[in-house]
Every structure is written in C-alpha cells, then in structure tokens.
C-alpha cells in the first residue's frame, strides 16, 4: 500500500499516456509501414502509352485530408478530361473514416446534382452507405459511423438500372428508377451541388474513377492493396485523387482539384485502419 501510494501517481500518468498513445493508432502494426510522400505515384500518358511511375508499392500515404462539416469544407476539380460522361461504365473507389456519430453525407459525387446527372456514394446519417445516381439511390445495410477506415465501390455498366456497391469487398446490389445519365465532369469529394448542405464530415483518402465497371475480382483487388494502393488498372483510369497531402489529379489527365475552406491535411491518420487481407 505504501509503495502505491507513493508511486500510483506515476503509474496512471503512464496508463494516460499509453492509452493516448493508442487513441492515434502508435500501436497499430500498420503504422510501421513506410509511407510515401505527396505525389510519389502518378499515371504516365506518353505515346499512346500509359504506365505507373514513382513509388506505387502500395505504401500508406503520409497524410489523408479531414474536412468538417460545420466549416463547409469540399474539394472539386471542374474539369472534364476522361470521365465517362453520358450513360457509361464506370467505378468509383473511396476510403473512408467517419466519427462514431454526427451528420455523415455525401463523400463523392461526380456530374451535376440533376436527375440521374451525378453519381453519388454517400452516408445517410441512418449508417447506411448510399450508391447510385442524384435523386435515386441504392442502399446497404453496412455500418460505417463505427470511427474505422472503410472502403466503399460503386459499380455501374452503362446500361441498364442496376448498380452496384461494396462495402470493404461486401457486395450490396439494387435497382434504380432510371439509368444513369452523367452531366458535365464536376467532382466534388466531401459535397454535392445540390444545395442541401450535404456536407462530409470525417477523413477522406484515395478516390479513384474509372471509365469501366469492374467484376468482383478486381473489387477486390481493389480493397486488398489497402488504402495507398495505386490503380489497379491504369489504361482506364480516369481521376485518381489520393488525397495525400494535396488536392491533384495524378491520373494523367490534370483534373485538378481545389478546396473550399480550410480543409486539413491530418499525418495521425491510421487510428481505425487495419490493412486489409487477401
């Protein structure tokens, strides 16, 4: 008793500390990782060729971007080169962490906020991801206000009213009113605009667009490499923001984003992240 009176003050500074130390994921295996600095892979388009360049070795990335609802803060990049505009394949890919409660919406939208105009991935505030066009949307029964690193995948052919998603690899599929029918090349990560304030709230890492639909085996290839994987298919990439200290486009077609408030570029990010397995 005397030697925990005299040292328990230490004692639970230390337990403090460790489990501080925990909280920002000092623990976390993953952590131990190496991770690459902003703009250390990008897509190469050079005579009629398109290759990876740089580190591309599914490192984690040093930083993801943290934007807060209450401040209005998005990013958009507003032009237009490569995105399968119309009624066309595409596959959209996003990692997400959200808080385990709040207001949680839209986390990327690319076209215009009309009928069947955009396509949405987004969280109902109900911990329901939402996948499919402005004004119609398919819903899972995933959970994602949970603090943790989600990968979330919206899967569309072009034709017909089915869409697609998944949440880390699990497949949810529905039936929308219409197909869809994207307008202009606007993407916003962490809004829409449609005027209903439909603002993200949480961290946001490595969105990628392409101009095909994927099958399950390249879904998953997509959720394995983790959340600094590279494209897994660079021909048809389109947009690939990693969001990994900066806003660019490193899909080699320079649509480049740009932020709307303050947003936070956050290095203590892997709190919630366990690499994914094969």
Not at 40 to 64: D, E, F, H, I, M
Not at 108 to 118: P, R, V
Not at 227 to 245: A, E, K, R, T, Y
Request: hydrophobic share 35%; glycine share 12%.
């Amino acid at each position: 008793m005397e030697y925990l009176m005299t040292y328990g003050w230490a004692i639970l500074a230390i337990a403090i500390v460790m489990v501080s130390l925990y909280s920002l994921g000092i623990f976390n295996l993953g952590s131990l990782q190496p991770t690459a600095t902003p703009g250390s892979c990008q897509v190469l388009r050079t005579g009629g060729q398109t290759s990876l360049a740089g580190q591309c070795s599914n490192l984690l990335p040093k930083y993801v971007v943290t934007v807060a609802r209450a401040n209005s803060q998005y990013i958009k990049a507003t032009t237009t080169t490569g995105l399968p505009l119309g009624a066309k394949p595409f596959t959209m890919s996003v990692w997400v962490k959200t808080p385990t409660s709040g207001a949680n919406m839209v986390i990327a939208q690319f076209g215009t906020a009309t009928t069947y105009g955009s396509a949405h991935i987004w969280d109902d505030n109900g911990n329901h991801v939402n996948v499919g066009f402005y004004g119609d949307n398919y819903i899972s029964s995933s959970t994602v206000n949970d603090g943790k690193w989600h990968n979330i995948v919206f899967v569309y052919n072009g034709s017909t009213t089915s869409v697609i998603g998944y949440v880390d690899n699990v497949q949810f599929t529905g039936t929308v009113s219409a197909a869809g029918n994207i307008q202009s090349g606007n993407v916003l990560i962490g809004y829409d605009d449609s005027g209903l304030n439909d603002y993200w709230n949480g961290q946001i890492a490595n969105l990628q667009i392409y101009n095909i639909s994927f099958d399950a085996t390249q879904v998953k290839a997509l959720y394995t490499e983790g959340i600094g994987g590279s494209p897994i298919n660079p021909q048809n990439i389109v947009g690939w923001w990693p969001l990994n200290g900066n806003d660019n486009d490193y899909s080699g077609n320079d649509n480049q984003g740009v932020a709307n408030g303050a947003i936070v570029w956050t290095a203590s990010w892997q709190a919630g992240y366990t690499a994914p397995t094969s």
